[in-house]
Nanobody, 116 residues
Framework: QVQLVESGGGLVQPGESLRLSCAVS????????MSWYRQGPGKEREWVAS???????NYADSVKGRFTISRDNARNTVYLQMNSLKPEDTAVYYC??????????WGQGTQVTVSS
C-alpha cells in the first residue's frame, strides 16, 4: 500500500526555519520524481520544489535560495528544509511522487504557519 506521510509543520516566526519530512512506503523514492507543493489560504496549489532521478533539484523562484529539497534513499524519505521563512510561505505543504505517465501520489499535507 502506497503512503506518503508528511510531518514537521508548525507555527514559526518570520526568519525562522522548519524541516518538513515525507516518509514514503509502498515504493522506492529513488525511482520517482519527488516534489513539494503548497496551498496557501484562498490560493491554488502551487509547485515548490522537485528532485528528479539524478537528484538535481529545481525550485520555484519564490523559494529559491531559501528552501532545499533532499532525499534519503536509505530512509525512503524526502525533506524540505525551509529557511528564512516569510508570512507568505504560510500554506499546507504536500509531498508528491510521480513516475513516468502514471497518476501521481500525494500525501495528506502538513500545515506551516509563519506569523509574528
Amino acid at each position: 500500500q502506497v503512503q506518503l506521510v508528511e510531518s514537521g509543520g508548525g507555527l514559526v516566526q518570520p526568519g525562522e526555519s522548519l524541516r518538513l519530512s515525507c516518509a514514503v512506503s509502498g515504493f522506492t523514492v529513488s525511482n520517482y520524481r519527488m516534489s513539494w507543493y503548497r496551498q496557501g489560504p484562498g490560493k491554488e496549489r502551487e509547485w515548490v520544489a522537485s528532485t528528479n532521478f539524478g537528484n538535481t533539484p529545481n525550485y520555484a523562484d519564490s523559494v529559491k535560495g531559501r528552501f532545499t529539497i533532499s532525499r534519503d534513499n536509505a530512509r525512503n524519505t524526502v525533506y524540505l528544509q525551509m529557511n528564512s521563512l516569510k508570512p507568505e510561505d504560510t500554506a499546507v505543504y504536500y509531498c508528491r511522487a510521480a513516475f513516468s505517465t502514471l497518476p501521481p501520489y500525494w500525501g495528506q499535507g502538513t500545515q506551516v504557519t509563519v506569523s509574528s
